[in-house]
């Protein structure tokens, strides 16, 4: 039987299922099954290469990466170029450590999604970029009421404002990055 699945397996799958225990241990099967069922039959450079960018150029460490890899495994299905870019905008934008990333998921979530609400509240007053040394003169609201929420509860709690609002601000800020990009390109 065991021969029998072995010559059933894709090509690759055996190679890659071989890598799975360091991202499946501690019984997270169910869930990363459920979030990116190709994992049985990704390359194991492209998880080898998710790995990489999480831990050498993120800085996140062996236990971090496989909480990420726990909690959040769409990374895996991720461009590396646009995983570092959300990484970057969270730790470098936002002001956000990275416990703080792993913990609230943040890495789950669209690009699309954390800066419309992030600059939503930035641009209410809700929310301030800490200075080098962490400060903020206003409490930033937590990750968790800016992105594990509706959009509802996050117009409703965090950002104190209507629905219609910031209906208007995203078709907005889409314009300003549509003529970013396009003032970019053009140079």
Known sequence: MAA?????????CRKTSSG??????????K??????PEIFTM???????????LKEKCLFTVQQVTKILHSCPSVLREDLGQLEY?????????GIKHPDIVKSEYLQYSLTKIKQRHIYLERL??????????QTQIPNPLLKDILRVSEAEFLARTACTSVEEFQVFKKLLAREEEESESSTSDD
Request: overall charge positive.
């Open 4 to 12: 029998f699945g072995r010559q059933m397996a894709p090509p690759g």
């Open 20 to 29: 799975l225990p360091v991202i499946l241990h501690y019984g997270k099967l």
């Open 31 to 36: 869930r990363v099954l459920y979030c990116c």
């Open 43 to 53: 390359r194991q450079q492209d998880i080898n290469d998710t790995v990489r960018l």
């Open 86 to 94: 959300k990484f970057q905008y969270a730790y470098f934008r936002m």
């Open 125 to 134: 007053g809700r929310y301030q970029t800490p200075d080098k040394k962490g």
